[in-house]
């Protein structure tokens, strides 16, 4: 993973990431159930944002975009092909396939008083296997004082298919 921050002016920094993961997934099982099963995913993720805080201002906000491509499905790097006869028996497998999935996100806080914060945020997912999604996120929050503080929020958070889910319809669709 890689991170970089790069202040544009007194109010405006830009916060780079970029991070190449890899899962490395072996389960074992009895050999009599047949649910030993092992893969590997590689995941390739840039999350960019512009946040803009200016001192002396009670508003700050952030923009940003977010690229992820997952390849799945391929070798486990420690496992090899050794239990290839038990996933076929059990998961179908399929062969190695990706998914891209894009998202802009947003957020805005308002403090107009010290003790009353508004937040309002969402993100706007892209994804190659399911339909554009919306996820709106509103709060407020009113200081009480003495640690204690009331806080009304709402938050509708939609999300794609897992990776297991789209690999199940793959087979049934006969992209194995």
Request: glycine letters at 4%; zero cysteines; charged letters at 25%.
């Amino acid at each position: 993973s890689l991170t970089r921050k790069v202040k544009l002016s007194e109010a405006i920094r830009l916060e780079l990431n970029a991070s190449y993961d890899v899962l490395d997934f072996a389960q074992n099982a009895p050999a009599n159930t047949f649910t030993s099963r092992s893969d590997r995913e590689d995941h390739l993720i840039s999350r960019n944002l512009i946040r803009w805080e200016p001192q002396n201002s009670n508003i700050k906000a952030a923009f940003g975009y977010e690229f992820r491509h997952n390849r799945i499905g391929m070798r486990s790097l420690e496992k090899g092909d050794r239990d290839h006869q038990a996933i076929l028996i059990v998961s179908g497998r399929v062969a190695p396939w990706t998914i891209l999935n894009h998202a802009i996100l947003s957020e805005v806080n308002w403090k107009p008083r010290e003790d009353l914060a508004f937040f309002a945020g969402g993100r706007v997912d892209f994804h190659e296997h399911a339909s554009t999604s919306l996820s709106p996120r509103l709060a407020v929050t009113k200081d009480l004082g003495n640690n204690n503080s009331l806080q009304a929020v709402y938050s509708r958070a939609i999300r794609f298919l897992t990776e297991d889910d789209v690999r199940d319809f793959r087979v049934s669709d006969g992209h194995a």
